[in-house]
């Protein structure tokens, strides 16, 4: 048999066992007591019996009374409920109290009339061939003139003494269940009481280990047991408070780590991820909260990337290292990172993992080459006027120009090329300025009518426009307000003119319009004209600085290449944005989006 798991019942079937055992070792003592006192009581009464009957038949003569002595015995045995023989010294039967004694055998060699004969009391259970039953024999020597002169017998049924051993044996197992009973209630109760401290204690191991520390164990009339609550309860308010400081600082570290721009991944020594921020998972690709617990290699495809957390782990100090990886949500552009990682140790200086810092250095790559471009563009803009003033300044200098018209030429040129420098120093310092204003948030807006800037610089392109027989048409609200720098707006609007003006063939019209998206909360400007119209490969670097989509063409048009970028910071500073919209053959619209403040 299963001993029980739980407790209660453990402690409930100790108690029992604990009140059975003695319970029945006492039961089995009482019966056997109780009987062997019941066989002493009956066969002392009928010791008593058989004397008493002694002294009844004592006065008559045996062998001429034989009738009378037959009917005592006959008479007492109704009213003492025993069977009474009285058995002559020979053996012969004078009375008996069941059967006529003619009838019955000789009793000399029965035991117990044996044991009378010697002068004893003899005792003894045997089966009677007369009444075919087991009976119990008690025999005791008549005396008379101290002389055995016949044997008293009386004698019961063995089955009334087991009938009433019976029912005394019932009545004891009745008060022994009761007990028993009472005493089960007894130990199931005292269980539950005793059990009482250790079940509190289990439920509140599981509460606390739910993470529940506010439950709190009762107390109990047990003294130890109230020192192990007061020590738990005391053990829940320590790991709440360290749990509370764990989550506190793990609430900082995964908010610094939210908020770092740089992916950050710890790795164990086995290549298992155990710490990623999110900036790491939209660097790499992987999709949110699948990267703990896993391989590196499982995550991060990128080989390079697990090439250096093994030489992290090898050459056990801070690496470096630039790698490309592409990203494949964006049309696969390229993306530049450099990763810095280091191992990390235990208290022991062992190493059990690494650290990989990845940053973005896409930008800083991008404003290198545009860096290394733009001054590749100025020292080829400039120096192309340059070479130009060099040579005409020798050949003049070096007396080689035979005529004055030669010279005035030449001097003509050089000048041409001087104003080429100095509109474009010009324009470099504009987008200088412009630049540090926006930096510096010193660009000064006030409430302007957008009518009146499109309308002057409409007005300063006129002349430049009908040169070329072309038209200027200006459509705009004339209740459009917003802030501007006017100064700078109207500069911006002219430089899209002006491009709008030198592209355009003769006699084609220039549209400017102005208007109020209520919707979007935006001012829109645009300049349309009827030109060639651009590819649109070219379109998201027009606002470039010196980028040309026809150099030639615009060199000689007298463009310096930054007219478009100075527009773009002008939008910039007014915390705008430009665009274009173009198709060859039906030309160009640029356009300026102004928030409304």
């Known amino acids: 048999m299963m001993w029980p798991k739980n407790f209660i019942w453990q402690l409930y079937i100790s108690f029992l066992l604990l009140m059975a055992v003695p319970l029945l070792i006492i039961f089995w003592f009482f019966i056997q007591n109780y009987k ?58 004078i009375g008996d109290s069941e059967k006529d004694p003619d009838s019955m055998e000789n009793h000399k060699n029965r035991s117990e009339v044996i044991a009378a004969l010697r002068g004893e009391i003899g005792v003894l259970e045997r089966y009677s061939h007369t009444l075919n039953e087991d009976m119990l024999y008690m025999a005791v020597p008549f005396i008379k003139n101290d002389k055995i002169v016949a044997v008293i017998r009386t004698s019961l049924p063995i089955t009334v003494i087991k009938k009433t051993l019976n029912r005394m044996y019932h009545g004891i197992g009745l008060i022994v ?86 992916g950050v991944i710890a790795i164990d020594e086995n290549g298992k991820i155990l710490i990623i921020n999110s900036a790491a998972y939209e660097l790499f690709n992987i999709e949110i909260n ?53 191992c990390l140790f235990d ?26 471009e733009f001054l590749a563009n100025v020292s080829h803009e400039m120096r192309t006027p340059l070479t130009s003033i060099k040579g005409y300044l020798e050949t003049i200098r070096e007396g080689n120009v035979n005529s004055p018209e030669d ?15 100095t509109l474009i120093v010009d324009d470099l310092l504009s987008l200088s300025l412009l630049e540090k204003d926006k930096e510096n948030g010193e660009i000064q807006k006030v409430k302007t009518n957008l009518y009146d800037i499109l309308k002057n610089a409409v007005e300063v392109c006129l002349p430049l426009a009908h040169q070329k027989q072309q038209k200027i048409m200006l459509n705009c609200d004339n ?18 003119l002006d491009n709008a003006i030198k592209y355009s063939e003769p006699n084609k019209n220039i549209f400017v319009e102005g208007k109020l ?35 030639s063409r615009s060199r000689k048009l007298g463009g310096t290449g930054l007219g478009l970028a100075i527009v773009k910071h002008i939008a910039i500073a007014h915390k705008g944005r430009v665009s274009v919209c173009s198709s060859l053959g039906e030309g160009s619209t640029f356009f300026i989006y102004i928030p409304v403040v």
């Open 407 to 421: 010279t005035k030429k030449f001097l003509d040129i050089i000048y041409s090329q001087v104003e080429r420098l």
């Open 347 to 372: 208290k022991n200086g062992k190493c059990i993992g690494g650290l990989i810092v990845a940053s973005n250095i896409t930008k800083l790559k991008e404003l290198d080459e545009q860096r290394k």
């Open 290 to 342: 699948s990267a703990n617990g896993k391989w590196i290699g499982e995550v991060i495809r990128y080989s390079e990337v697990q090439e250096f957390f093994e030489n992290i782990i090898e050459a056990k100090r801070t690496l470096e290292k630039e790698i490309t990886i592409y990203d494949f949500k964006k049309s696969g552009l390229k993306v530049y990172l450099r990763l810095n990682g280091t």
């Open 36 to 93: 062997k006192s019941y066989y002493d009581f009956v066969t002392n009464n009928l010791k008593v019996e058989a004397f008493l009957i002694a002294s009844k038949i004592s006065e008559y003569n045996l062998d001429e009374s034989s009738n009378k002595i037959d009917s005592i015995c006959k008479e007492l045995s109704k009213k003492i409920a025993t069977r009474i023989t009285v058995i002559s010294s020979n053996g012969d039967v």
């Open 479 to 496: 209740t459009i307000l917003g802030y501007f720098e006017p100064n700078l707006l109207e500069q911006a609007i002219i430089n899209l």
């Open 177 to 262: 269940l009761c007990v028993a009973f009472l005493g089960a209630l007894g130990s199931y109760l005292m269980s539950k009481k005793s059990s009482r401290p250790v079940m509190d204690i289990k439920i509140a191991a599981e509460r606390f280990s739910n993470g529940d520390f506010s439950y709190k164990i009762p107390k109990t009339q047990i003294q130890e047991a109230n020192e192990i609550a007061q020590s738990l309860n005391n053990m829940a308010e320590n790991l709440k408070e360290k749990i509370n400081l764990l989550y506190e600082e793990k609430s900082k570290i995964d908010a610094i780590l939210s908020s770092m721009n740089e």
């Open 517 to 551: 998206d209520e919707e979007k909360k935006e001012i829109i400007i645009s300049v349309k004209d009827e030109g060639p119209g651009i590819e649109k490969k070219h379109l998201d670097r027009l606002f470039e600085r010196f980028y040309r989509v026809d150099k």
